[in-house]
């Protein structure tokens, strides 16, 4: 019995992809590690934050808000006389809305 190698050529290449299929690189430890190097961070972050009391936290929040200083938000449309001065984000923006469905032309195109 005579086989050639052409009949062989796939026999051969689905037992290469077979082999390859089963092979593990062992992916599952890899992930596993970084999963418990995350919790162990968080971990330290619970253990510094549980040594504070809330009056603590407190304060340094405000410290920090009042370091930021009081950010303002200037309407951009002065072209339609509109000279509103906002404190929040979500309101400028808002406010922007308004022009935009009101159909200003947006500043700095005539």
Do not use: W
């Amino acid at each position: 019995m005579r086989v050639s190698i052409l009949s062989l050529l796939p026999f051969a290449l689905a037992l290469a992809s077979f082999a390859n299929a089963h092979v593990d690189y062992d992916h599952s430890l890899s992930a596993r590690d970084y999963l418990d190097e995350l919790s162990v961070a968080s971990l330290e972050r619970r253990e510094l934050l549980g040594d504070l009391t809330t009056r603590e936290l407190i304060e340094e929040l405000s410290e920090r808000l009042d370091r930021r200083g009081g950010q303002t938000f200037t309407c951009p449309y002065t072209d339609t006389g509109c000279t509103k001065v906002f404190t929040t984000l979500q309101a400028f923006e808002k406010h922007l809305k308004y022009h935009f469905d009101a159909g200003h032309k947006p500043p700095g195109k005539k």
